[in-house]
């Protein structure tokens, strides 16, 4: 029943900026986390980038200083925007969300979304 729907990804040069958003829906209690992983063409998937409830932002070293994450609270969306953007950072980027379901349930679960295609050239 939780849903995330993402968007922002297409074709870029090198360089330019893109903005990923992902909006999670369904039946949650509480989000915790959420975050975007990458997987590149015959690499396996990496983390980009998490921010916490709490608004603690982490992002892998070479995403640092061109890449910024944001939350949407109230609107459960999370961001990610892309600057300076390298051929390297050719992906499909997935978005996350853990989550906690319901008030009676406290185990708290992983969700992905559908991936969404970015890629850098010129």
């Known amino acids: 029943q939780v849903q995330l729907v993402e968007s922002g990804g297409g074709l870029v040069q090198p360089g330019g900026s893109l903005r990923l958003s992902c909006a999670a829906s369904g039946s949650i209690f509480r989000i915790n986390a959420m975050g975007w992983y990458r997987q590149a063409p015959g690499k396996e998937r990496e983390l980009v980038s998490t921010?916490?409830?709490?608004?603690?932002?982490d992002y892998i070293e070479s995403v640092k200083g061109r890449f910024t994450i944001s939350r949407d609270t109230a609107g459960n969306t999370v961001y990610l925007t892309m600057n300076k953007l390298k051929p390297e950072d050719t992906a499909v980027y997935y978005c996350y969300v853990n989550a906690r379901r319901t008030l009676i349930n406290p185990n708290s679960y992983e969700y992905w979304g559908q991936g969404t295609q970015v890629t850098v050239s010129s």
């Open positions: 921010i916490t409830n709490g608004g603690i932002e």
